[in-house]
Structure formats: C-alpha cells, structure tokens
Antibody, heavy 119, light 107 residues
Framework: QVQLQESGPGLVKPSQTLSLTCTVS??????????WSWIRQHPGKGLEWIGY???????YYNPSLKSRVTISVDTSKNQFSLKLSSVTAADTAVYYC???????????WGQGTLVTVSS | DIQMTQSPSSLSASVGDRVTITCQAS??????LNWYQQKPGKAPKLLIY???NLETGVPSRFSGSGSGTDFTFTISSLQPEDIATYYC?????????FGQGTRLEIK
C-alpha cells in the first residue's frame, strides 16, 4: 500500500520560503507512470493544483505560481519536495502531496499539512 | 485555464435518496474528468476517473457520466457515510483545475 507523508514547518514568515517534503513509502518514486504532485487548499476553500514532477526530474507548474515554485525529487530517499518563495498570507493553506497516475488522477494522497504564513 | 463549474454548491438529501451533482467545463475536455470525495479534515479520495470509471474499492452506488463539457456524478442511494464535499477535476489541459466543490449534507 502506497503511503505519502508531508513534513515541514507549520509556520512561515511573510517573504520567506515555504519548504515541504513528501516521503513516499510502499512503492518506489522511480517507478514509471506516476507524477508526484503538490496540491493546496486554502482554509474552507477548494483545491488548487500547484504542480508535479516525474522521477526523471521533468516538472510542470501552475502558471499562477510558476515564478515562485520549485518542485524537486530525491529518488535515493524516495522523497519529493516543494519550495514556494516570497510567501504572503495568501499562501496559508493545507498542502497535500499526491501520486498522480499517468499524470491524470491523484490516486494516493498524503494527509495534508497546514502551513500558516504569519509574522 | 479551463474553468470547472459545479452545481449545486450545496445540497441536503435524505438517506436512500438518489443524489446528482453536475460539473460543466468551460471547453471540451473529452472524458478527461475525475471526481473526488473529501470528508472534513481529510485528504480528497479518488472515486471516479475518466468520467465514468469507478476506482477500485469504491462502492458501486457511486457513478459518473458525460463527455465534452457536461458531466454528472450520481450516488444511487445516499448513505450516512457519504456526507462530504465532492469535487470534479479536469486533466485535459494543464494546469489541472478543480470545480469549487459540492457540499452534501444529510436532511
């Protein structure tokens, strides 16, 4: 059974960089056919797709966040990471990592981690 | 970006009722649509992929249909554990986009 677990600071100061890591267990991040994604949900709101990475390192980012987002992968640790720079209060959200089968459907999700941007 | 519009935004139904949620895409997305269920405080769960295919392990009372721009999600007989918010998501074009969600409550 594949499991994903987000980790990282729950509080980030404005203008700083938000950094999260997703650790994958029960399956290899290097197995083909899957894209490893970050999705966020503002408090009480809907879902926003941030971007994804393939194990080879190929990435795609949501254009609305592209200038501030970096997603990377560490196959040796079976992890992938999110960095979001120059954060503001508008980046306060629950951040989920997810496995996207074929780049289409997110079939496994982490439990989500709340990141609050505040001084 | 492709806009996904769900209706209704919320609905109240009784146990055993047939429940239908619609999702409209701002352009033709073929059948590149998923449906997710999200319970409070939990991550979304994939229910339907490719508009009409039931994810493994999902009860058969859930179903999806449609293609092009208009899609329907149905619960044939509402159960108490189905209380959740439901989201459609298109994956025809990047960025993948979600509908605003439909909050389902028990009457």
């Amino acid at each position: 059974q594949v499991q994903l677990q987000e980790s990282g600071p729950g509080l980030v100061k404005p203008s700083q960089t938000l950094s999260l890591t997703c650790t994958v267990s029960g399956g290899s991040i290097s197995s083909g056919g899957y894209y490893w994604s970050w999705i966020r949900q503002h408090p009480g709101k809907g879902l926003e797709w941030i971007g994804y990475i393939y194990y080879s390192g190929s990435t795609y980012y949501n254009p609305s966040l592209k200038s501030r987002v970096t997603i990377s992968v560490d196959t040796s640790k079976n992890q992938f990471s999110l960095k979001l720079s120059s954060v503001t209060a508008a980046d306060t959200a629950v951040y989920y990592c997810a496995r996207v089968y074929g780049g289409n459907a997110a079939d496994y999700w982490g439990q989500g981690t709340l990141v609050t941007v505040s001084s | 970006d492709i806009q996904m519009t769900q209706s209704p935004s919320s609905l109240s139904a009784s146990v055993g009722d047939r429940v239908t949620i619609t999702c409209q895409a701002s352009q033709d997305i073929s059948n590149y649509l998923n449906w997710y269920q999200q319970k409070p405080g939990k991550a979304p769960k994939l229910l339907i992929y490719d508009a009409s295919n039931l994810e493994t392990g999902v009860p058969s009372r859930f179903s999806g249909s449609g293609s092009g721009t208009d899609f329907t999600f149905t619960i044939s007989s509402l159960q108490p554990e189905d209380i959740a918010t439901y989201y459609c998501q298109q994956y025809d074009n990047l960025p993948h986009t979600f509908g605003q969600g439909t909050r389902l409550e028990i009457k």
